[in-house]
Structures are given as structure tokens and as C-alpha cells.
């Protein structure tokens, strides 16, 4: 007689073995391992199939009890779906984001590689100590219509080579703010607008410092100049709210930026000032 756990569908049965990391508003986030084989010409038997256990972070997003079940049903789909396209056409056009390792729309669950390093939000200055592992909650945009120490602790300043906290690598602060601009670059250049940059939605690897960009589930595509602005827009002020005296670290994300949109730079700048006008109206009246 088969126990209640093997009758649950794969998936869920996933879930009931990963560890909870943290948990928001839409969604939760869980760490498990998926098994991969391999064959081998070595060892045990020529062709011998080898089992090793991946790490990859799951995305679950739970039933809504508060909405209609076919509604719930159907906005699951299409942004577990969503999420899914625009990891797809970041990875096609050559933006470092994590791999997808499985997408299950009927059960809300979106698969992706585990990176092993920290947020940029936990290194750069002022960050750590307000650093959450995911934020999923919905980010207000401004259309027309687990604390560690920072690095200023370990006597870094900007433009100087610094150790990073996960030990194995180091870069510089202007390097990682030009690596910023370039991967925002290219996800922009590929027409997919994150919908909720911040420094904690990005991560540098451990083992590579490549600059990884992360949680796509606001993304969305789009060819507009005034949604690439106000991406650009929403992390400025994440940059402002977060780290002191970031006004030179956002102009050096920036300065990569402009230079890797070419001739694309000009009507995002202009559109950008217009979205900062529009923001300090709005900060003036409540």
C-alpha cells in the first residue's frame, strides 16, 4: 500500500523535503537538492551511473486563499511562467542569472540554481544589517500613468581592492558597480525590465565573482524607454535608502550602463530625469 507521501505529485513531495529560507507575501522560498545522473567510463562498471545531489533554490508560490480559486490558478501560471521567459531571454542574450533547473506551473513551483556567494546589499556599505534573504512583496513604480558586517568594518573605501566577506575571491567597489551597469545593460538591451532592482536582487558567486542578477518576478517584457527609466529609477533609489552617500556608486553604475546602451543611452537619460521629477513632485505633495 503506497504511503500518503509517494501518492503526492513530485513536486510537492520536493517541497516537504527542502528547507524553508524565508517566506513573503507571495511567495516562499526553499533550499533542496535535485538528483542528477551521470554516466562514468571509470569505477564500478564501464557506463555506471552516477547519482549527485544539485542544491537549487525553489520559488513557491502558494495558494491565495483570499482570491478565487481559478483566478489564483490562473495568475500563478502566468507569472511562474513569466519569471521562467525572462530568465530564458536573459540567459540567450548573455545576462548572468541563474539557470533554471525546473518550472512546474500547475503547482506554482519555479526551480532555478542555487548561488552559492552574498547580495550586493549585504557587502557594499550600510546594507548588511537590513539585509533580508528575499524580498517578494510588490515595489511602487513611477509611471506617466541574518545581519553581517559591511565592508567599510574591514577598513575598505571605494575604489580599493577588497576582500570580500565570503572569503575566496576579491574585486573592487567600482569594479562591482561597473559589472551592475553592464548586466542591467544588456537584460535592458534585451528588451526585460526587472520590475524590482535592488541591491538584494542581485548576488556575486563565490566561487567566479560574477555579478549574478536574481528574483525576475516582477520582470516583464517590454521596449518602452520609460519602463528601462524606471527601472533605473526604482534602483537609484534603492541605492539612496539603503547605502550611505551612494550618490558616486549609482554614478558609477551609470557610467557602465552608458557605455554598454551606445547610442540607446540618450532618450533612457532624458526619460530618467523626467521619472526623478516626477518622483520629488510626488515626495513633495505625500
Request: proline share 3%; aromatic share 6%; net charge neutral.
Amino acid at each position: 500500500m503506497l504511503s500518503s507521501s509517494s501518492s503526492k505529485p513530485p513536486t510537492q513531495q520536493l517541497l516537504q523535503s527542502a528547507d524553508l529560507i524565508s517566506q513573503g507575501a507571495e511567495a516562499a522560498i526553499y533550499k533542496a537538492y535535485l538528483r542528477q545522473f551521470s554516466t562514468s567510463g571509470h569505477g564500478i562498471g564501464h557506463g555506471a551511473a552516477l547519482e549527485a545531489l544539485e542544491p537549487v533554490l525553489l520559488k513557491y508560490r502558494f495558494r491565495k486563499h483570499y482570491r478565487h480559486l481559478s483566478l489564483d490558478t490562473s495568475l500563478t501560471r502566468q507569472r511562474i511562467a513569466g519569471e521562467a521567459r525572462a530568465l530564458m531571454r536573459c540567459m540567450r542574450s548573455g545576462v548572468i542569472v541563474p539557470g533554471i533547473r525546473m518550472v512546474d506551473v500547475n503547482e506554482g513551483v519555479l526551480g532555478i540554481e542555487w548561488i552559492d556567494g552574498k547580495s550586493v546589499r549585504q557587502i557594499l556599505p550600510g546594507g548588511a544589517e537590513l539585509e533580508d534573504i528575499s524580498e517578494l512583496g510588490e515595489v511602487d513604480e513611477i509611471h506617466e500613468n541574518g545581519a553581517a558586517d559591511s565592508i567599510a568594518d574591514y577598513g575598505v573605501s571605494r575604489g580599493r581592492t577588497v576582500r570580500m566577506l565570503i572569503g575566496s575571491y576579491s574585486t573592487s567597489v567600482d569594479a562591482l558597480m561597473d559589472m551592475i551597469g553592464v548586466e542591467i545593460a544588456k537584460m535592458h538591451l534585451a528588451d526585460i525590465i526587472h520590475g524590482d532592482l535592488t541591491t538584494s536582487n542581485m548576488m556575486l558567486r563565490k566561487q567566479t565573482s560574477d555579478l549574478v542578477l536574481i528574483d525576475f518576478g516582477l520582470a516583464y517584457h517590454s521596449t518602452l524607454v520609460e519602463d528601462k527609466a524606471v527601472d533605473l529609477y526604482v534602483l537609484e533609489r534603492a541605492f539612496a535608502s539603503t547605502h550611505p552617500d551612494s550618490e558616486p556608486l549609482f554614478a558609477g553604475v551609470l557610467s557602465a550602463y552608458e557605455k554598454r546602451m551606445c547610442k540607446h543611452w540618450l532618450p533612457i537619460k532624458k526619460r530618467l530625469d523626467d521619472v526623478r521629477l516626477r518622483g520629488r513632485k510626488r515626495s513633495m505633495v505625500g
